[in-house]
């Protein structure tokens, strides 16, 4: 079964948790990403910043992007999956936390980003459809 090493991307760029919203913004405008993973000061992973993230607790609430950092939306500890961890790991973390990125971490470095079309690249329809479901469930 391949790891997450093999079927991540690895060319991920991050957004510090100093940058404002509006930079942050432009940068997964210009990637053609909806999501940036959030580094500090230490270079360490502290949060997943998605373009549904700026619009629902930034711009819905009249907040003005340019005075809101990446960091103040970081929300504790980051969902992760180790790189030598198999795709059924990725599977099953993907569907408990109900995310569709996962950073991938070797010790406590980012070495890559897992999404949904990786995983819809590298494994079985079922599974795929799966975790599409596992993700989309509507919590009452």
Known sequence: MPTARDIMTS?????NEQDDL???ARQMARL?????PIRGDDN???GMLTDRDIVVK???EGRDPAM???GELAQGEAVTIDADDDAAEVLRTMGRHRVR???VVDGQDLVGIVAVADVARALPEGAVGDLIEAISERTL
């Open 101 to 103: 990125r996962l950073p």
């Open 44 to 46: 360490r992973l502290t």
């Open 22 to 24: 509006r930079t942050a």
């Open 32 to 36: 053609g990403v909806g999501a940036l």
């Open 58 to 60: 930034v711009l819905a």
């Open 11 to 15: 060319d991920v760029t991050c957004v």
């Open 68 to 70: 809101v950092t990446a």
